[in-house]
């Protein structure tokens, strides 16, 4: 269960560890002090872990090699390439599609086919032609012999699930293993664990990655993420494109909002519903408000839109209904 408020104004012992990695701010907050170190480490193996089985930026990755060798039939992988792929496929199936882990060709024709810091400065090319991506319901599972199979030329672009992931993992590992209250963000996408009395303070910017947040609330648990078009987005020979895709038409999606936050029972459901609103648009309110996820929008004009109990009084707002976001109603 997810729980959020606005901030209270305690001040337990933390101590924290800021780096950056995949071309994003990495950050780990333990409420014991002495054990910082671990949790570093521990956050620094799961992230190797993450980043070997699901980059498409690495030729030597296990996501790499699947697509390397699809051509319909079944290819064994790794169980975290297996386990990052099952989780894409659930946040398609939980947003009818608007989620879609095969929209990696699309983001090549796009230009986006390395890491981002060396896209960020503009890339050759011209807009293609609209045309819908492969389809998550195209890639088949087998749980029994860790098979995927879909077909040749799927690229898959596990981004919008596989660094959520990772902060559910490495705060579950944190926990667990050293006794602590943890908080781990990767890009602005949290996950805490046994918060301490009160939550971990965070803010939240009307622009994704901009450090003058005007918005602070207090997690107690679950997870919160942002998704935005502001820190990813580059040109495409003279054309404005950025990261978010439309899965019916291989596009940027068309902007309505400029930045959604969502709080979810895990930093994987928060992710999933706040990308969703982005290719949702105009519907984005009514379908998170449908799965009684508190939740903040930003317009681009900067207006600011509020849901289903997103807080703005002193009392904690519970993520209602313990299961997560895939045990609620899905339909648009």
């Known amino acids: 269960m997810s729980r959020i408020a606005p901030p209270i104004d305690r001040s337990p012992q933390l101590a924290a560890h800021r780096t950056t990695r995949w071309s994003t701010r990495i950050e780990v907050v333990v409420t014991d002090p002495t054990v910082v170190i671990a949790a570093i480490q521990i956050l620094d193996a799961e992230l190797d872990r993450i980043e070997v089985a699901a980059s498409r930026f690495r030729e030597d990755s296990d996501v790499s090699r699947l697509q390397r060798a699809a051509d319909g039939s079944p290819v064994t992988v790794t169980r975290d390439l297996y386990d990052a792929i099952d989780i894409a496929l659930r946040a398609a199936a939980m947003t009818e599609g608007a989620v879609d882990p095969t929209v990696g060709a699309a983001m090549c024709r796009l230009g986006y086919d390395q890491d981002f810091a060396r896209v960020s400065g503009g890339v050759d090319g011209t807009l293609p032609a609209a045309c ?67 939550g971990f303070v965070v803010g939240v910017a009307d ?126």
């Open 207 to 332: 622009i994704c990655g901009d450090p003058d947040a005007p918005a602070a609330v207090s997690i107690v648990s679950g997870g919160l993420a942002s998704s935005g078009i502001a820190n990813r987005h580059w040109l495409l020979g003279d054309a404005p494109v950025h990261h978010v895709v439309d899965p019916t038409t291989g596009l940027p999606v068309t902007p309505c909002w400029r930045t959604v936050t969502v709080a979810g029972a895990s930093c994987v459901d928060a992710n999933t519903a706040s990308t969703a609103s982005l290719v949702l648009g105009a519907q984005a309110p009514a379908w998170l408000e449908a799965r009684s996820l508190p939740s903040r929008l930003v317009a681009l004009d900067g207006s600011v839109v509020t849901v289903a109990g997103w807080p703005d009084d002193p009392q904690p707002v519970a993520h209602p209904g313990d299961p997560d976001i895939s045990e609620q109603d899905t339909s648009r």
């Open 132 to 198: 819908p991506v492969t389809g998550w319901q195209s890639v088949a599972l087998d749980p029994i012999n860790l098979t995927v199979a879909m077909p040749a030329g799927t690229i898959l672009d596990l981004g919008a699930t596989a660094k959520a992931w990772a902060a559910d993992r490495s705060a579950d590992a944190i926990s667990s293993r050293l006794g602590c209250g943890v908080l781990v963000s990767l890009g602005g996408d949290l996950a805490v664990r046994s918060a301490p009395d009160g």
